[in-house]
């Protein structure tokens, strides 16, 4: 549910999948970028660092999906890296898969109730709950995916694959100061990225470290650019 609001998260049999709405009249909305990957791979970190990094040359805001608690929103209050009405959550009460992907009506009414009640929006990041390697974002939602794993999980994971990994328009591959620690050979996830993904982009970061997040608010910065032009 979102926040308070009831709603069946599974949705009526049979029922059509929601779409997104069109942008308002004369005016663009905001790009809306989907986070998802595997629990505890730094989804919320990676939220943080890019309000932190963009807050200052934008004007965005956060829903994040849990499936009983809005634990993820919460983290982010608690930091302060946006002001508390930039920040929503949705408990989906089932798998992340049926709220960001099958079902995404109480997602894009959340999404939909921060761009009328903040006004001008340059972005919304959407960040799903831990899921596993098939997570991904229906397009009605979101307009970009971002699929963050991390390597404690080993150097097999971008070998692995699935559609997280293969097909998001970024993988993030973080905590990469870990890696001496796990024994992951980050040569050979590198290896292993592009044979999954091509010349899709993949980008190699450590949240922890200063500066850690600077290469995936670049690309952000690209998407922004080229969705106002588009």
């Not at 929601?18 to 004369?26: D, H, I, L, N, Q």
């Not at 997280?164 to 050979?188: C, E, F, M, S």
């Not at 993904?197 to 080229?226: I, K, M, N, T």
Request: charged fraction near 25%; hydrophobic fraction near 45%.
């Amino acid at each position: 549910m979102h926040r308070d609001h009831p709603t069946d998260p599974f949705g009526a049999p049979g029922a059509p999948a929601a779409t997104a709405a069109p942008p308002a009249s004369g005016r663009r909305r905001p790009l809306r970028i989907g986070l998802g990957g595997p629990v505890g791979s730094g989804k919320t970190a990676t939220v943080a660092a890019l309000c932190r990094e963009l807050r200052e040359e934008l004007s965005l805001a956060v829903v994040t999906n849990d499936i009983y608690t809005t634990e993820d929103a919460e983290f982010l209050l608690r930091h302060a890296v946006l002001p508390p009405e930039r920040i929503t959550a949705v408990a989906t009460g089932c798998c992340p898969h049926t709220a960001i992907r099958d079902d995404i009506s109480a997602n894009l009414e959340a999404v939909e109730e921060l761009e009328a009640t903040l006004g001008r929006l340059d972005l919304v990041l959407v960040e799903s709950g831990g899921d596993n390697l098939t997570a991904t974002f229906s397009r009605g939602l979101v307009d970009a995916q971002v699929f963050v794993i991390d390597v404690a999980g080993g150097d097999k994971i971008p070998r692995k694959g699935g559609p997280g990994i293969r097909t998001a328009d970024l993988l993030v591959v973080n905590k990469t100061d870990l890696a001496p620690l796990v024994g992951a050979d980050l040569d050979v996830m590198a290896r292993d990225a592009r044979a999954q993904r091509g010349e899709l982009p993949v980008v190699f970061c450590s949240l922890a470290r200063p500066g850690g997040v600077a290469e995936v608010a670049a690309w952000v910065r690209q998407r922004l650019a080229a969705w106002a032009h588009g």
